[in-house]
């Protein structure tokens, strides 16, 4: 069972970076894809990004592209979420997953989550 554990959380003022972290408790990014999702309070689950097995594809939600970017470090089995000029919008639990298969968007179809780790933006 892969387990994923997500850090780099917190609050922070708008115009502000954090960088969030997903540890995996083992190599899978080269089998997976990896994706970061968001859930603001009230809310559906949403996409931010993803990127595909071996690392070829990155992909965006329109509201993050150009702030956001996801990386990975296979030596370390860890994913990334750097994320720049943070918005008050941007407040939400993130959450890393995986799924053993092309990278999609919806949130049912990844079949491992991390905990999740809350991001708040002030204005």
């Known amino acids: 069972q892969v387990q994923l554990v997500e850090s780099g959380g917190g609050s922070v003022q708008a115009g502000g970076s954090l960088r969030l972290s997903c540890a995996a408790s083992e190599d899978i990014h080269r089998k997976a894809c990896m994706a970061w999702f968001r859930q603001p309070p009230g809310k559906e689950r949403e996409r931010v990004a993803a990127i595909s097995r071996e690392g070829s594809v990155m992909s965006y939600n329109a509201s993050v592209k150009g702030r956001f970017t996801i990386s990975q470090d296979n030596a370390k089995n860890t994913l990334y979420l750097q994320m720049n000029t943070l918005k008050p919008a941007d407040t939400a639990v993130y959450y890393c997953?995986?799924?053993?298969?092309?990278?999609?968007?919806?949130?049912?179809?990844?079949?491992?989550w991390g905990q999740g780790t809350q991001v708040t933006v002030s204005s």
């Open positions: 997953a995986a799924r053993y298969d092309i990278c999609i968007t919806s949130a049912s179809m990844y079949n491992y």
